[in-house]
């Protein structure tokens, strides 16, 4: 069985600090990992994905993979109030030929940046 | 603008009658899939399609059905609607390549009584 593992939370960071966010999973054909935001009561938002190991970087947002240890991490930057939110890591494992889509969501984390 | 539209945002209904909520993309992508969310349970799969009239089950396909007559649009069908459907639904989308991202409708937030 295919697991995303996120810490529920909630995560309290003072707004400027550093917010890191950990995500597990338990594929190890996983190939590519998604990092969504979500307010409540609304859509997930596309932050970042990546698909190699190393630091992907964009803006205030930095992505990290680990694929031996089967890790993914999110750090954001200079946190702001507007960034209180739950944050989804998503993986997927790729299938030739079409198929299943697997992708497969944590539960997501809860961070809440104090003013 | 590049989008998911569902419709309709709300929608409460009461056991048993049937009901079907749109969802329509503007952005040529072959892949779209219906979830549903619940408190605790995260984000659960009910059906996917990989283009025009290629349909298959999710991870709880249970109690609907879903059509792709047409690229842009993948609806969803609840036959007879039970209390225990009662959530928030998202459409998503994406183009047919493995890194690709899904993009997200804005959700409908369904109560059945």
């Known amino acids: 069985q295919k697991e995303v593992e996120q810490n529920s939370g909630p995560l309290s960071v003072p707004e400027g600090a550093i917010a890191s966010l950990n995500c597990t999973y338990s594929d190890r054909g996983s190939q590519s990992f998604f990092w969504y935001r979500q307010y409540s009561g609304k859509s997930p938002e596309l932050i970042m994905f990546i698909y190699s190991n190393g630091d992907k970087e964009d803006g205030r947002f930095t992505a990290q993979l680990n694929k031996a240890s089967q890790y993914v991490s999110l750090l954001i930057r200079d946190s702001q109030p507007s960034d209180s939110a739950t944050y989804l890591c998503?993986?997927?494992?790729?299938?030739?030929?079409?198929?299943?889509?697997?992708?497969?969501f944590g539960k997501g984390t809860h961070l809440i940046i104090q003013p | 603008e590049a989008q998911v539209t569902q419709n309709p945002r709300y929608l409460i209904t009461v056991t048993g009658k049937k009901l079907t909520v749109t969802c329509s993309q503007n952005m040529n992508h072959e892949y779209m899939s219906w979830y549903r969310q619940d408190p605790g349970l995260g984000l659960r799969q009910i059906y996917y399609?990989?283009?025009?009239?290629?349909?298959d089950k999710g991870d709880v396909p249970e109690g609907y059905k879903v059509s792709r007559k047409e690229k842009r649009n993948f609806p969803l069908i609840l036959e007879s609607p039970s209390p225990n459907q009662t959530s928030l639904y998202f459409c998503a989308s994406r183009t047919d390549s493995n890194n690709s991202p899904l993009h997200f409708g804005n959700g409908t937030r369904l109560t059945v009584t």
């Open positions: 998503a993986v997927r494992r790729w299938y030739s030929g079409g198929g299943a889509d697997g992708l497969t």
């Open positions: 399609s990989m283009n025009v009239e290629v349909t």
